[in-house]
């Protein structure tokens, strides 16, 4: 079993619709939690970081985290087409800032 | 906001030959930085952790001989890659960990660097 599962995807969405990506974990170790997206060719930019257990909004995104059932979220509302991107769920066990990266989901929001 | 830079984006070389990748972190210390490596399609793969002054640890199944990691100030990382060949052709990509107590954990990426060895 892998430490840390995401539906690969591909997800395709029309523009405007809510969009939501999924991580699953298995170490309850892990203590943190980042959402980043990666546009083709390109490094990964750090879109939402949480430690604790709940909802944590930043403009249309809102990154949430169940720690209990190990399950965390990022949702995308009012979709645009540049949010088009993989987006990649990282989660860490330690201060150190060691990352272990999900899949990564393909995300298209056509117009 | 905080950007880690790396050098060269892109890179071919000559199978046999060495490349080195730079990573600078441009606005903030990062005590520790990460190399990547990473193929078509697929998530990003660990491949050691550089610490400022001191040795790199290396992933399982990483030739420490082979990726040399050089960690030589506050803000900078190198990644060479030695004896290059055709596959060791990928995407290389370095992260920074913000050095601040009130930042915990943020990581962020450098742009990424692609090798293709010929």
């Known amino acids: 079993q892998k430490e840390v599962e995401q539906d690969p995807g591909p997800l395709s969405v029309p523009e405007g619709a809510i969009v939501s990506l999924n991580c699953t974990y298995s170490n309850s170790a892990f203590q943190y939690f980042m959402w980043y997206r990666q546009y083709s060719r390109k490094g990964p930019e750090l879109l939402m970081y949480?430690?604790?257990?709940g909802n944590k909004e930043d403009g249309r995104f809102t990154a949430q985290v169940d720690k209990s059932s190990k399950y965390i979220s990022l949702f995308i509302r009012d979709s645009q087409p540049s949010d088009s991107a993989t987006y990649l769920c990282?989660?860490?066990?330690?201060?150190?800032?060691?990352?272990?990266f999900g899949q990564g989901t393909i995300l298209t929001v056509h117009p | 906001g905080a950007v880690v830079s790396q050098h060269p984006s892109r890179v071919i070389c000559k199978s046999g030959t060495s490349v080195k990748i730079e990573c600078r972190s441009l606005d903030f210390q990062a005590t520790t930085m990460f190399w990547y490596r990473q193929f078509p399609k697929q998530s990003l793969m660990l491949m050691a952790t550089?610490?400022?002054?001191?040795?790199?640890?290396?992933e399982q199944g990483v030739e420490k001989d082979k990726f040399l990691i050089n960690h030589a100030s506050l803000t900078l990382s190198t990644l060479t890659v030695t004896s290059a060949h055709p596959e060791d052709s990928s995407f290389y990509i370095c992260?920074?960990?913000?050095?601040?107590?009130?930042?915990?954990?943020?990581?962020?990426f450098g742009e990424g660097s692609w090798l293709t060895v010929v």
């Open positions: 550089s610490n400022e002054g001191s040795k790199a640890t290396y």
């Open positions: 949480t430690y604790s257990s």
């Open positions: 990282a989660i860490g066990s330690t201060s150190y800032g060691k990352l272990t």
């Open positions: 992260s920074a960990r913000v050095d601040s107590a009130h930042s915990g954990n943020t990581i962020y």
